[in-house]
């Protein structure tokens, strides 16, 4: 392997203590996380080391600028039992891409597929087997630099810890929009899971759920017309038989899941458009009952129907969820991909492989 992992192994696991059929998303963390470092581009010091505290200094440029970006992805088990990743390729180019626009290092194929198949194989026991449950896996990296002046550091850690989780929402959710706050706005940093992008929403998120909605409906920063995307999900609408979901412009993250989506309604011999979408549009839509669904997209969140749209001051009620199938057959699908029951037609699965572990553990 290029990059050598040193491997300290927890004495106590922390497994037994876990309620696997009642796990909130986040709540709990795997026995063991990657760590590594980079020094000048050059990545090193790979360790699987029991998951807890790591000391950084108090000068990092990641405290005080918020030079911080991460993924998010899900580790399964196909029927076999062995545990599975759902496109990680996609997390890992994601992730370089995020790097590059806060001026991080980019983090080589082969750290960041060994890291998570490491790590994975190593807490493969932390893996929920109940629908809906998988183990959500949280790859970040910031600055370390002891300096506390802005310019662009040299010094990161590259860490992943393990979450085992249910659903992010597990009711459909509320939107509203907001004429006062915005996510992301061109040349900015919408595309890139970097922290400060959620830093920022938070305040918004409070006040729309002190006002009774579930997340916000993020439009553009120019006219607050244009949909972007959903809290920390993309958004997709289906009007007249045609499924829609705003373009990938710069401000809008580009998601595994809504890729996956587009895929799938493809197959399904839907017509898919990727275009700006006004939400003055999908509240005319409803207008004329053309509106027949609307949902997030996203790997926390899975597919997570929208039951009530807010727009300044108006609000509009969807059917009822259980009664819409765009959203059931995307849902019903993707998890049968991962769990077996429909065939992986587009080679999504992969199976976690581990070199080193393998034989340690033996
Ligand atoms: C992570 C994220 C998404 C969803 O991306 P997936 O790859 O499908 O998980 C959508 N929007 C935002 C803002 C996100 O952070």
Not at 59 to 73: C, L, P, R, T, V
Not at 120 to 146: C, H, N
Not at 225 to 242: R, W
């Amino acid at each position: 392997m290029k990059y050598p992992f040193h491997i300290e192994r927890t004495e106590v696991s922390r497994l037994k203590n876990i309620d696997f059929s009642n796990l909130p998303f986040g709540k709990y963390y795997g026995d063991h996380m990657f760590v590594a470092e980079s020094r000048r581009g050059r990545w090193m010091d790979c360790r699987i080391i029991p998951f807890g505290n790591i000391p950084f200094s108090p000068a990092s440029s990641a405290i005080h600028y918020g030079q911080i970006i991460f993924e998010g992805m899900k580790a399964f088990k196909n029927p076999e039992g062995e545990p599975m990743l759902f496109r990680p390729e996609m997390n890992w180019k994601r992730f370089n891409v995020s790097a590059e626009r806060m001026a991080m290092p980019q983090v080589p194929h082969e750290l960041f597929h060994d890291a998570l198949n490491e790590l994975v194989y190593m807490d493969q026991d932390w893996i929920p087997t109940e629908k809906g449950y998988s183990l959500y896996l949280r790859p970040f990296m910031f600055a370390t630099d002891r300096f506390i002046g802005v310019r662009p550091t040299e010094l990161f850690k590259f860490i992943i810890i393990t979450s085992p989780s249910g659903l992010y929402y597990p009711k459909p959710v509320k939107v509203v929009t907001f004429q006062k706050y915005v996510r992301a706005f061109p040349g900015g940093v919408g595309f890139a899971k970097a922290a400060g992008n959620y830093g920022a929403s938070m305040l918004p998120l409070k006040e729309a759920m002190d006002a009774g909605f579930d997340q916000v409906l993020w439009t553009d920063g120019y006219e607050h017309k244009y949909i972007e995307e959903i809290g920390t999900m993309n958004v997709f609408f289906v009007i007249d038989n045609v499924a829609i979901t705003p373009s990938l412009d710069g401000t809008i993250l580009d998601g595994v899941t809504r890729d996956s989506v587009i895929q799938l309604f493809k197959q399904y011999g839907m017509k898919v458009e990727e275009r700006r979408l006004s939400i003055d549009e999908v509240m005319e839509a409803n207008k004329k009952g053309l509106l027949q669904d609307a949902f997030g997209s996203g790997t926390a969140a899975g597919i997570s129907p929208i039951s009530h749209i807010s727009h300044k001051g108006a609000t509009i009620e969807l059917p009822p969820a259980a009664g819409r199938k765009y959203w059931l057959r995307l849902r019903d699908d993707l998890d049968g991909i991962k769990n077996g029951t429909i065939p992986d037609r587009y080679g999504w699965c992969m199976k976690v492989k581990s070199q080193i572990l393998a034989e340690v553990l033996e």
